[in-house]
């Protein structure tokens, strides 16, 4: 395998000699083939990563095209045009029945060719999959009031994602876009203080 070298992103390693790709360490197999079967509306996926441990070949991870994180500050024609890509590749994506889980502006970067693509699939899932076979986290402060409360619901935090929940975070992406504001910042710290903003299905302190 190349030789890598740590990134800012403990997961994410540039490969020496392989200028165009990065290397993501510790991802499920499941994240692999979710972020391969979302095709053009995720960042490239190249090749598996595989180490040999007691005879035996285990995945490690995979190869992806290197892409760069959306910009804090755009000249207002780039931000509508980041606009309606990040609208059109969600768009995309339902349409191939799959689900992000994890929608957010951090998932979403930009390719060599200024083209918007998103990663970071491990929370994903196919829109016809059991429940019960997911099993993932979420990112609390994109996290829609309505999975929160199937949550309480069912007694299960956090309950699978559904397609709406993906576009909850495209509108809190879309916000932080054109604020530079991360959505809920004023609760960081204080996570019984967002599920109470969550259970009122506020999205911030005046509603």
């Keep these: 395998m190349p030789e890598v070298s740590f990134t800012v992103n403990s997961q994410i390693y540039?490969?020496?000699?392989?200028?165009?790709?990065v290397y993501k360490a510790g991802a499920q197999l499941r994240e692999y083939h979710l972020q391969k079967a979302a095709g053009d509306c995720a960042m490239a996926v190249r090749g598996k990563v595989l180490?040999?441990?007691?005879?035996?070949?285990?995945?490690?991870?995979?190869?992806?095209?290197?892409?760069?994180?959306?910009p804090?500050?755009?000249?207002?024609?780039?931000?509508?045009?980041?606009?309606?890509?990040?609208?059109?590749?969600?768009?995309r994506l339902h349409a191939r029945r799959i689900i992000h889980g994890d929608m957010k502006l951090d998932n979403m970067l930009v390719d060599r060719q200024g083209r918007?693509?998103?990663?970071?699939f491990a929370e994903g899932r196919y829109v016809d999959e059991d429940d019960d076979e997911w099993e993932g986290?979420?990112?609390?402060?994109?996290?829609?009031?309505n999975r929160f409360r199937r949550g309480e619901m069912?007694?299960?935090?956090?309950t699978p994602p559904t397609l709406?929940?993906?576009l909850y975070g495209l509108g809190l992406s879309i916000w932080q876009l054109y604020t530079g504001k991360?959505?809920?910042e004023d609760l960081i710290l204080d996570d019984i203080g967002l599920k109470e903003r969550q259970r009122a299905g506020k999205t911030r302190e005046d509603g």
């Design 72 to 91: 804090n500050t755009l000249p207002p024609p780039q931000r509508r045009d980041i606009l309606h890509q990040m609208i059109r590749v969600v768009q």
């Design 51 to 70: 180490s040999m441990a007691g005879g035996m070949l285990s995945f490690c991870g995979f190869l992806m095209d290197l892409a760069a994180p959306v």
């Design 137 to 145: 986290i979420s990112t609390w402060h994109y996290e829609s009031p």
């Design 154 to 158: 069912v007694g299960r935090d956090p």
């Design 14 to 21: 540039r490969i020496k000699g392989h200028p165009s790709q």
């Design 116 to 120: 918007l693509r998103l990663c970071d």
């Design 164 to 166: 709406e929940d993906d």
């Design 182 to 184: 991360v959505p809920h």
